[in-house]
């Protein structure tokens, strides 16, 4: 079984998706993506913390630090859709599927709805062929 990752607080979770967003970055770049930023202090000693937790990795680079995300970008979003499915949706993917569709609403174009059908039958053909992921 997968290693569960740490949960991540409010701002954390922000530092975190500001660092995926820049691929690689110092406190100063950080702190410069954050809303009502606290303190550089702060930040700085919170990218330790998610050092620690092994979600993020760091360099150095001269006299500063430069971090990155400890997972790729996939990776970590595959993990969070499955925590969030396995919590909200008793692991049912269905019902997850449809609770999204109602969140989008009418925002889905046409073109969006065809892809998810290729999504759909593409797994379908995968699952028929014994290539379960």
Do not use: C, W
Not at 83 to 89: E, I, P, Q, R
């Amino acid at each position: 079984m997968a290693k569960k990752r740490p949960a991540l607080g409010h701002r954390e979770r922000q530092i975190v998706e500001a660092v995926y967003r820049l691929g690689e970055a110092s406190v100063s770049e950080v702190l410069n993506e954050l809303p009502e930023p606290p303190s550089y202090s702060t930040v700085r000693a919170m990218l330790g913390s998610l050092v620690d937790k092994k979600v993020l990795r760091f360099r150095r680079d001269g006299k500063r630090y430069l971090y990155r995300p400890a997972v790729a970008a996939e990776l970590a979003r595959k993990s969070a859709l499955e925590n969030v499915l396995a919590t909200f949706f008793a692991g049912r993917t269905s019902d997850a599927f449809a609770a999204l569709l109602d969140v989008s609403g009418n925002e889905l174009s046409d073109e969006e709805l065809r892809e998810i059908k290729q999504l759909v039958d593409e797994r379908r053909r995968q699952i028929r062929e014994g290539d379960s992921l």
